[in-house]
Structures are given as structure tokens and as C-alpha cells.
């Protein structure tokens, strides 16, 4: 079951990947922003908390990982999930970016199955 207000923010600089996450969201009526960088993100972020952030790793100017150490510091967020994704990944990708601090991992491209994935992680 889908939480009903569930809102997403994409960080992501691929015109493909934000459409199918546009198209995902859409198809289950969920409030959803997406923005291309990371300092952009980090503006966002400062007035608004949603309740999962989809990070790409390999961004222009801050990568995934500065952008998420940055996230982390900002009052007031704690309770929101920061969820890589990449393209560019290997078997070891998964398991690196939970050890850096991320609370979970999505391949790109995105699916279906990617708002039940978020739902799992908010439970």
C-alpha cells in the first residue's frame, strides 16, 4: 500500500532518468519535486523535507556523497531518507553506499516497483 502523501525528491541530471521517475510518481498520484544538482537539492532542503531524497552519485559540481554529508547536517531533516541510484554500478555499489551513509539503493533505470521499494524504506 502506497503511503498516500509520500513526497519524493529526485536529484538527478539525466533528462531519461527524470522523466520515467516523473512518469512513476505520476502514476501514483505522488507529490514529487525534481531538480538537477545537488546545490539546488541543498536549497530546496532548506525549506522543505521530503520524506525520501533519490540521489544520484555521479552529479555535476557536488557528487551523491558530498550532497549526502551536506544533507545530514541540515536542522530539521533527520527524519528524511536519502536513497542512492546510479547507472554506473557494480555488484559492490549496493553495499558501498550504504556504508557511506546512505539509507538505501536504487539502480537506474527506475521502475515500477520503485515506490514500493521507497515505501519499504520509510517503514
Known amino acids: 500500500m502506497v503511503k498516500e502523501n509520500l513526497s519524493v525528491l529526485l536529484v538527478d541530471d539525466d533528462p531519461?532518468?527524470?522523466?520515467?521517475?516523473e512518469l512513476v510518481m505520476a502514476h501514483h498520484n505522488l507529490?514529487?519535486?525534481?531538480?538537477?544538482?545537488?546545490?539546488?537539492?541543498l536549497d530546496y532542503l532548506q525549506n522543505n523535507t521530503p520524506?525520501?531524497?533519490?540521489?544520484?552519485?555521479?552529479?555535476?559540481?557536488?557528487?551523491?556523497y558530498q550532497a549526502l554529508d551536506r544533507i545530514?547536517?541540515?536542522?530539521?531533516?533527520?527524519?528524511?531518507?536519502?536513497?542512492?541510484t546510479t547507472a554506473y554500478y557494480t555488484?559492490?555499489?549496493q553495499q558501498e553506499v550504504?556504508?557511506?551513509?546512505?539509507?538505501?539503493?536504487?539502480?537506474?533505470p527506475f521502475d515500477k516497483d520503485l515506490v514500493n521499494y521507497l515505501q519499504t524504506i520509510l517503514n
Not at 531519461?16 to 521517475?21: G, K, N, T
Not at 507529490?31 to 537539492?41: I, Q, R
Open 16 to 21: 531519461y532518468s527524470q522523466e520515467v521517475f
Open 31 to 41: 507529490p514529487h519535486t525534481v531538480v538537477d544538482d545537488a546545490e539546488t537539492a
Open 51 to 64: 520524506d525520501v531524497v533519490v540521489m544520484d552519485i555521479f552529479l555535476p559540481g557536488l557528487d551523491g
Open 72 to 84: 545530514r547536517r541540515i536542522a530539521g531533516i533527520s527524519g528524511c531518507r536519502v536513497i542512492a
Open 91 to 93: 555488484r559492490d555499489t
Open 98 to 108: 550504504l556504508n557511506r551513509g546512505f539509507d538505501g539503493y536504487v539502480a537506474k
